[in-house]
């Protein structure tokens, strides 16, 4: 039972270059989430997909790109990275449950990102 | 808006010793209330959740947090810690009907010692 994994878990890369991280859940949760973690923040939500080909943003969506093509794939794109985009990145899935909005979140294990 | 607040960043017990760790809302209706749990190098793990109902709510390795509406609350409990209770706690707010828009409070530290 895999659940929901995360690569790469640690990358370095410079201003300007193109990174996706990448996401995947074997649960065929309907919902998937992308979030960053910084110190005095906690965490904050970047994008989120209720189904395949429907997303959304969320709190901080701004230089990050998403898709989801298939249920179970959720890549983020960071177009030109830049330093303050140094972060780890959690992915998150849920489903829902008895007819209730709010679920429980399921959170892979993170991407650490350094942009030099 | 919503938010939440963990007044408490670190946070320093002897084991057996019993915790509490604190966490106010602001929501303008009754809202989902979540604790997660983040050990070193790991994502996060739901140690309870209260939707409604009973106000005192039981999680997983002994949590159990109350939901206090009038202090709007929620503070997390366990009577006796242990060593490997050493993480970082997030108190989490959502409100019903959009769980995509749920807010993290930026986390408790706690560090158990001998």
């Known amino acids: 039972d895999a659940g929901i994994t995360q690569s790469p878990r640690y990358k370095i890369t410079e201003t300007g270059r193109q990174v996706t991280l990448m996401c995947h859940q074997t649960?065929?949760?309907?919902?998937m989430f992308w979030y960053r973690q910084d110190l005095g923040h906690g965490l904050r939500l970047i994008y989120y997909?209720?189904?395949?080909?429907?997303?959304d943003k969320g709190e901080v969506p701004d230089g990050y790109v998403v898709s989801r093509s298939k249920t179970e794939n959720f890549p983020l794109t960071l177009e030109s990275a830049t330093r303050s985009q140094t972060s780890v990145y959690f992915c998150?899935?849920?489903?829902?449950?008895?007819?209730?909005?709010?679920?429980?979140?399921?959170f892979g294990p993170g991407t650490r990102l350094t942009v030099l | 808006a919503q938010s939440v607040t963990q007044p408490d960043i670190h946070i320093t017990v002897s084991e057996g010793a019993s915790l509490e760790l604190r966490c106010n809302y602001s929501y303008g209706a009754t809202p989902y209330l979540f604790w997660y749990v983040q050990s070193p190098g790991q994502g996060l793990q739901l140690l309870l959740k209260?939707?409604?109902?009973?106000?005192l709510v039981q999680g997983i390795k002994g949590f159990e947090a109350e939901f206090k509406r009038s202090q709007s609350s929620f503070n997390l409990r366990k009577p006796s810690v242990h060593w490997s209770d050493a993480a970082e706690y997030f108190c989490a707010v959502g409100p019903r009907g959009g769980y995509q828009k749920v807010t993290f409070g930026i986390g408790t530290k706690l560090q158990v010692i001998p």
């Open positions: 997909s209720a189904a395949a080909d429907i997303t």
């Open positions: 998150a899935s849920s489903e829902l449950s008895r007819g209730e909005s709010t679920d429980t979140q399921y």
């Open positions: 209260y939707f409604s109902g009973d106000t």
């Open positions: 649960w065929s949760h309907s919902y």
